[in-house]
């Protein structure tokens, strides 16, 4: 069965915290992705690669960066945690090419609260 | 720019009702790909559905089925003879056929099934 792992479920850190969100996929997809989720806001899109090393800017990018020194790894950094960026964290990612009645893979998800 | 929207915050139906999620998008490629998304309280994103642009042919899985109308920009999601364990939130989504591969998503339809 294919997966996207998250590293945490849930995560508490103080303002001003430099923190870490790790996702890991086995699939060999090239296309990886972070999302925030926010009530009445749905999902929206912060950061995605599509290669090692690659990455490119999503809606709203301000406040993180991102990391990929594998292809199976993408990491979500906050670089000063804020009060603003408690919010769940979805990882998700595809193949490069569609494939027929293929859909993103999505992980469970990291609910961040930062105090 | 691509946007998505699913203008019913929430539905509650009895159970074994039926029950229509509405889904309007807005695109200026002439291809394009549209998704629902199902999220239990367990937090995963689960792939219900992809429809191609160029293929307008409505769609049934079970008790679920999809009418997809470009005359109108709707991708509408049916439950028939809804079930307790149909109570999720339910995405909508929108992706291009170019670039960066990236999805747009609605708010989200929070939909309860009562017993």
């Known amino acids: 069965d294919v997966k996207v792992t998250q590293s945490s479920r849930y995560l508490v850190k103080r303002t001003g915290e430099k923190v870490f969100l790790e996702c890991v996929q086995d699939?060999?997809?090239?296309?990886m992705f972070w999302y925030r989720q926010d009530p009445g806001l749905g999902l929206r899109l912060i950061y995605f690669s599509y290669d090692v090393k690659m990455k490119e800017k999503g809606d709203i990018p301000e406040g993180y960066s991102v990391s990929r020194e594998k292809k199976e790894r993408f990491s979500l950094i906050l670089e000063s945690a804020s009060t603003n960026q408690t919010s769940m964290y979805l990882c998700?990612?595809?193949?490069?090419?569609?494939?027929?009645?293929?859909?993103?893979?999505f992980g469970s998800g990291t609910r961040l609260t930062v105090v | 720019a691509q946007k998505v929207t699913q203008a019913q915050t929430e539905i509650s139906v009895v159970e074994k009702e039926d029950v229509t999620l509405d889904c309007v998008y807005e695109?200026?490629?002439?291809?394009?790909?549209l998704f629902w998304y199902k999220q239990p309280p367990s937090g995963e994103l689960v792939f219900l559905i992809r429809r191609n642009s160029f293929d307008e042919q409505n769609e049934i899985s079970g008790r679920y089925s999809w009418n997809f109308q470009k005359s109108t920009s709707s991708f509408n999601f049916t439950i028939t003879a809804s079930q307790v364990v149909d109570s999720a939130v339910y995405f909508c989504a929108l992706g291009s056929n170019f670039g960066n591969e990236k999805l747009t998503f609605g708010t989200g339809t929070r939909l309860t099934i009562i017993p």
């Open positions: 998700a990612s595809r193949p490069a090419r569609d494939r027929p009645n293929y859909g993103y893979t």
């Open positions: 695109t200026r490629d002439t291809t394009y790909y």
């Open positions: 699939m060999d997809h090239e296309n």
